[in-house]
Nanobody
Framework: QVQLVESGGGLVQAGGSLRLSCAAS????????MAWFRQPPGKEREFVAA????????YYADSVKGRFTISRDNANNTVYLRMNTLKPEDTAVYYC????????????????WGQGTQVTVSS
């Protein structure tokens, strides 16, 4: 089992920045892919970014490419999502997720989830 806990959400003005954190525990994560998803009000959960613990290039949704950066701290089992130049359309509950080995942009492929953290971008 893997436990994931997100933090860092809040209210920010358009153009501002936030850094989300996802603390993972419960087992060795060296073969896992970690991802961020988000769910805007009234919409489906959508892929944001993903990275593999043991290396390789990260992947981003087109809507956040160039603005968001996913990174990891392997020693502390923590994944980050740095969000710059935030827009009102970035408003959503952001979720941390994990699955074994393979990259995926489909939320149904991930079997471990955090509880979510709210990000609200005001205009």
């Amino acid at each position: 089992q893997v436990q994931l806990v997100e933090s860092g959400g809040g209210l920010v003005q358009a153009g501002g920045s936030l850094r989300l954190s996802c603390a993972a525990s419960g087992r060795t994560l060296s073969s896992y892919v970690m991802a961020w998803f988000r769910q805007p009000p009234g919409k489906e959960r959508e892929f944001v970014a993903a990275i593999r613990w043991r290396g390789g290039n990260p992947y981003y949704a087109d809507s956040v490419k160039g603005r968001f950066t996913i990174s990891r701290d392997n020693a502390n089992n923590t994944v980050y999502l740095r969000m710059n130049t935030l827009k009102p359309e970035d408003t959503a509950v952001y979720y941390c997720a994990a699955r074994w080995y393979y990259y995926s942009s489909k939320f149904t492929d991930y079997n471990y989830w955090g509880q979510g953290t709210q990000v609200t971008v005001s205009s």
